[in-house]
């Protein structure tokens, strides 16, 4: 059994040991970094928590090839960040989309995990900065066909730009309507429904998909088929 230091959230104990008694798999990033829930229980107050962990560098990717985490025999804090423990935040949380860039991934989950609290203004933010990282990396780096100043600060006036210009796909127009021109969706002043956020987390997760998922997802079934051909 392997043991793990952190804060505990049921006792408040500051760098506590936890004897972690079981792992979860939950994903692998970047094809080697593995994504941990760990259950554990607290040596001061004898409650349990769930921590989800994830593997800080590959080189320790030889530790967990024989080892699950609960079976590791080094202190887990050596080859885990812990991102944080299981609780109500995570209740019906929507995942993000397959293969995002890291910031864009983080910007979803944060919104997900406010959506399924009730924070609605709070998600809507996030999902649109979503949007508003992933469309800026779509921009060319000269001005053209219109481009200028106030498209490249502004989400509600750029998406109708990459649409005009063929770098969005046409049948995401009308579903971008969520995403209003004057650059802040009532956000700022707290006045969007649960409905608005709603319909601003299904355009981001549909746009992110079209933008990054489907594009690797392709490109991951040209490799197999090249090495079934070699």
Request: proline share 4%; hydrophobic share 35%.
């Amino acid at each position: 059994m392997s043991e793990l230091v952190e804060d505990c959230p049921r006792c408040h104990s500051k760098s506590i040991t936890f004897d972690v008694k079981s792992d979860n798999l939950i994903s692998i990033h970047h094809n080697w970094q593995k994504y941990f829930e760990l259950f554990c229980i607290c040596r001061a107050c004898k409650k349990s928590t769930t921590f989800m962990a994830l593997q800080k560098n590959i080189e320790s990717t030889h530790i967990l090839q024989n080892n699950t985490p609960f079976q590791s025999p080094e202190v887990l804090n050596r080859i885990f960040l812990v991102k944080g423990f299981v609780s109500s935040k995570d209740a019906a949380s929507k995942a993000p989309p397959e293969y995002l860039p890291d910031n864009v991934e983080a910007a979803f989950i944060e919104g997900s995990s406010c959506m399924a609290i009730g924070c609605y203004n709070a998600g809507a933010t996030m999902f649109r900065l979503c949007l508003d990282l992933s469309t800026r990396a779509m921009l060319p780096e000269t001005d053209e066909a219109g481009l200028n100043n106030k498209i490249r600060r502004n989400l509600g006036f750029r998406l109708p730009w990459l649409f005009d210009n063929g770098r969005l796909p046409e049948a995401l127009r009308d579903l971008s309507s969520c995403v209003k021109d004057d650059g802040n969706d009532g956000a700022h002043e707290g006045t969007l429904s649960e409905a608005d956020a709603q319909d601003l987390s299904e355009f981001a997760f549909i746009m992110l998909e079209r933008i990054y998922t489907e594009p690797k997802r392709i490109e991951i079934a040209k490799l197999r088929r090249q090495e079934r051909h070699q």
